[in-house]
């Protein structure tokens, strides 16, 4: 349906008139790098507060426990913030979900801190695209949607999690609780494009520490009793750089180790990401990284253990996918946003709810651009049309157009 009833009209000019900039700008101003525990502790402070206006229960969910691989080679674990939660409605026979994530790529000591108006109409700031701006819209969304009459026929989770932007492994598992049982799930990343675009097709993404041992020895004495962990990671990186192929790229990105000239080097450390485009391809990569090690751990005498993995699963376009999508799409023909969609390279929570059968489309957030730089930037007038075109999909899906 691409004309708008009178409850539509009604309920997109609610949508439309929440303070979403006010929002934004109180958000933002306040650092959430992924790593400032006491600035997420802020925000979600404030967001819990935003979103106890809405039905339902409100809670701050403790991070899982993440460890990560030290250039030594030693695992330690990382703190996260806490996660936010509301669940509304969750005996209704139709289900969404609805996820964000508070955490910025800025960090508390990075120079990017404050917001302006760079030019009439354009906000930049960190954070205001990716994804505070997206947030305001989800939060105008649904409270406009409370207010129309099918709003019981409808219940949803929203999480907001404070870890997405290095990858989601403290709030994985609470993501895929989430997303069962739902029939569609909206992800507000910022449009994979200034005008609007949606990200389509996504491809996966695996991050890796191999972590070499080999045998320290004199360089001049007795080099030939060592077995060089370095050159062995080197090796390695070779290695897994000749799988790359289409649907399939490999970016060995960093190798820790090394030490004085005259010993040699006993460890390293060789970091790999890899963004396979189907579960076939991730199933490729599983097997090359497995024959590797086998290869290299046997040329090179050493021994080699793998940390990590595929944090984010392929999210190929499938027919649920593409219903969902058209029905965004047949939403903002009745707002007069032409909305279109094309696959992207990069990755997020969309990735994960895909992986659990869920159809999800994933930037159904404000239009802006040049995230994760200083140059972030929010277009104020989408804050507008988003949460319309939200609050429309919302409505829709309460009657059942998304099945």
């Known amino acids: 349906m691409t004309t708008l009833t009178y409850d539509e009209n009604s309920l997109i000019d609610r ?9 934004v700008e109180t958000w933002a101003a306040i650092n959430s790098g992924t790593g400032n525990l006491a600035g997420l502790a802020t925000v979600a402070g404030l967001l819990a507060d935003a979103f106890a206006a809405l039905p339902g229960d409100v809670r701050l969910v403790e991070a899982a426990p993440v460890d990560a691989i030290l250039p030594d080679g030693s695992r330690q674990e990382h703190a996260h913030g806490q996660h936010l939660h509301l669940c509304v409605r969750p005996q209704a026979n139709r289900r969404v979900l609805l996820t964000g994530h508070m955490d910025t790529v800025f960090g508390a000591d990075h120079v990017f801190q404050t917001l302006r108006e760079s030019e009439p109409g354009i906000v930049n700031g960190p954070g205001v695209a990716d994804m505070k701006g997206g947030i ?15 709003a019981t026929a409808l219940g949803y989770d929203v999480l907001i999690n404070s870890d997405e932007e290095t990858g989601s492994l403290s709030s994985s598992a609470l993501i895929t609780e989430l997303a069962r049982g739902k029939v569609a799930a909206l992800t507000y990343e910022p449009a994979a494009l200034p005008d609007g675009t949606l990200a389509g097709a996504r491809p996966g993404s695996g991050n890796f520490s191999f972590i070499v041992t080999g045998r320290a020895a004199h360089a001049g004495r007795n080099p030939e009793d060592g077995r060089n962990a370095l050159l062995a990671a080197a090796a390695l990186a070779l290695r897994l750089a000749a799988v790359q192929a289409p649907g399939l790229s490999v970016n060995p990105a960093r190798i820790d180790g090394g030490g004085p000239n005259n010993v040699v080097p006993d460890h390293a450390v060789l970091r790999v990401n890899m963004r396979p485009s189907t579960p076939a391809d991730e199933d490729r990569a599983r097997s090359a990284i497995d024959l590797a090690i086998v290869e290299i751990a046997t040329l090179h005498d050493v021994g080699i253990h793998v940390h990590g993995g595929f944090g984010r699963p392929p999210k190929p376009m499938d027919p649920p996918a593409e219903k969902l999508f058209s029905l965004v799409r047949d939403c903002g023909t009745a707002l007069g946003q032409a909305i279109g969609w094309k696959a992207t390279g990069g990755v997020c929570d969309g990735n994960n709810i895909a992986a659990c059968g869920v159809p999800v489309v994933d930037t159904m957030g404000v239009r802006g651009g040049a995230i994760h730089s200083s140059d972030e930037y929010l277009i104020i007038k989408s804050l507008e049309e988003r949460a319309m075109l939200s609050a429309l999909v919302l409505h829709r899906i309460a009657d059942g157009e998304s099945q």
């Open 136 to 150: 305001a819209v989800m939060l105008a969304a649904l409270a406009a949607f409370e207010g129309s009459t099918g």
């Open 15 to 23: 949508a439309g008139a929440a303070p979403m900039l006010r929002q």
